[in-house]
């Protein structure tokens, strides 16, 4: 047994581990905490409301009891309250693992915590430092309430299986000195508030998000991560997006491009584009307020990539194109631009740089079958399903595209097909789809369309220069 330290030695070691989480984890709990884990610990020191979804078993209920432990040793007038949707979860998952931890500690720091059933103090100030948990149920609203204390730490486990009622109570915490509310689940409802701290465009702008993927996991070899992902039923599908990606599902029904085509296109191998196809880009440009602007970059069969230039004013934006342009060493023989409002101005600005640009008007008519369209953007959008439907295709597997593709429906409105509006979209809580209108704007362009029904029939002027 290791010498006993001077007291003097130990408030040493608690004021290191108050500045030092990861050193607390390792030298206090036992714990070399995964990059992931750090990432969540760091954030949950630093901000007030945090938002934790995560595929399986890559250790969010052990970085969770971490984290309490840390609060209980390091702190005075420190409260922490774990509410989850059943009592049987609670106490196999987070009260099991915080017992194992504390169970495993050196016996100077062991003794300084009195474990029961369903509560954990400090011996020196069983009022003022000490965790319990409480059942999260409708019928239980008034255990939410009134919970005060200068160090207020609540976390909500399995936050999707729990009634938003309990989250409405829980906001009372916020008047207190230091409050702290951190929700953690696997994200297996699409709907509730915990999947709103994530997608709803407002209220997702106050959250701190982690997020943490099966593969996040170091102990995980890759042949079990192998077995597991394929056990899941493969990307895109529902068990794999929750399991292995830690993300929302994809809606299943009434999308414009429905979902199954979407999960077979994602990181596709066997969908490879002829070499001479040329490459097209689509660009959803935002002038400046609240959305990403999108580049989209297809070969034919094959989404190159999407990627998102956040925040940018027109001219700012107008030179990252320009930017990626000349950086591509791939060059797109057209640049399809949404010129409805603020995009205008970057496609003049492109169009005077010298770029191969083309205006798409989405609001204006169709340009091809109007008998089935409405506007534009519906045509593209359609034209986008049928890329699909034909099938050897592929996009990277980049969550945002995949659900924005799955997200927005459609009516037939007088036997015109009619995609469901930004506004709509917004309104059923979700952000613009930068990502899927740029793919659908490579659909604009008279150059590239689909190999099997559209074959590239012009010759093209090309710098193959650029060409690999
Ligand atoms: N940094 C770590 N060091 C040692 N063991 C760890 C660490 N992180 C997690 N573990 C162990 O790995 C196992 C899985 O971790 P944990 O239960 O925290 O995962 P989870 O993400 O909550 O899983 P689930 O999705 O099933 O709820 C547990 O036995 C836990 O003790
Ligand atoms: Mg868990």
Not at 368 to 389: A, H
Request: proline content about 5%; some cysteine; hydrophobic content about 40%.
């Amino acid at each position: 047994m290791a010498k006993q330290l001077t007291s003097e030695q130990k408030r040493a070691i608690i004021a290191a581990c108050r500045e030092d989480i990861v050193f607390f984890a390792k030298h206090i709990a036992g714990s070399d905490l995964t990059p992931k884990q750090i990432e969540f610990a760091t954030k949950w020191m630093a901000n007030r409301r945090i938002s934790f979804k995560g595929g399986v078993g890559f250790g969010k209920t052990h970085v969770m009891a971490v984290v309490i432990l840390w609060a209980l040793f390091c702190l005075n007038n420190v409260q922490v309250t774990i509410f989850g949707p059943g009592e049987g979860q609670i106490k196999d998952g987070i009260w099991k693992e915080i017992g194992n931890i504390w169970g495993a500690m050196d016996a100077e720091w062991k003794d300084l915590f009195d474990y029961q059933a369903t509560r954990i103090s400090r011996r020196d100030s069983p009022t003022g430092a000490f965790a319990a948990f409480r059942l999260a149920s409708k019928d239980n609203l008034e255990s939410a309430r009134g919970i005060h204390m200068r160090n207020n730490f609540v976390f909500v486990d399995e936050a999707s299986g729990v009634p938003d009622e309990i989250f409405h109570v829980l906001g009372n915490i916020f008047s207190d000195v230091n409050p702290k509310l951190c929700l953690i689940s696997n994200p297996a409802r699409k709907s509730g508030y915990f999947f709103e701290t994530w997608e709803n465009p407002e209220l997702s702008q106050i959250w701190t998000h982690v997020h943490g993927k099966m593969a996040d996991n170091p102990r995980l070899t890759p042949e079990a991560f192998r077995e597991m992902a394929i056990s899941y039923g493969g990307k895109g599908t529902h068990d794999y997006q929750i399991n292995v990606e830690g993300e929302f599902p994809l809606e299943e029904e009434g999308g414009v491009i429905p979902a199954p085509l979407v999960q077979a296109a994602i990181d596709n191998e066997d969908a490879v584009a002829p070499a001479d196809a040329p490459i097209v880009w689509g660009l959803d440009p935002n002038g400046g307020g609240r959305d990403r602007s999108v580049i989209a970059k297809r070969q034919d069969n094959v989404v190159r990539e999407v990627k998102d230039f956040p925040n940018l004013d027109a001219v700012q934006l107008a030179q990252a194109v320009f930017d990626e342009y000349h950086g591509s060493t791939r060059k797109p023989v057209e640049i399809c631009v949404d010129a409805n409002g603020p995009g205008y101005g970057v496609y003049v600005m492109l169009s005077n740089m010298g770029l191969p640009v083309k205006k798409v008007m989405v609001q204006a008519s169709p340009t091809r079958d109007p008998q089935i369209y409405t506007r534009l953007r519906d045509q593209l959008w359609w034209e986008c399903r049928k890329w699909f439907e034909d099938g050897n295709v592929r996009i990277p597997n980049h969550q945002d595209l995949i659900k924005e593709l799955t997200f927005p429906t459609y009516d037939r409105d007088a036997g015109k097909i009619k995609v469901e509006d930004k506004k709509s979209i917004r309104k059923r809580g979700r952000k613009s789809p930068d990502f899927a209108d740029a793919l659908c704007l490579t659909f604009a362009t008279n150059a590239n369309q689909h190999t099997g029904k559209w074959a590239w029939s012009k010759p093209i002027e090309y710098d193959v220069r650029h060409y690999e």
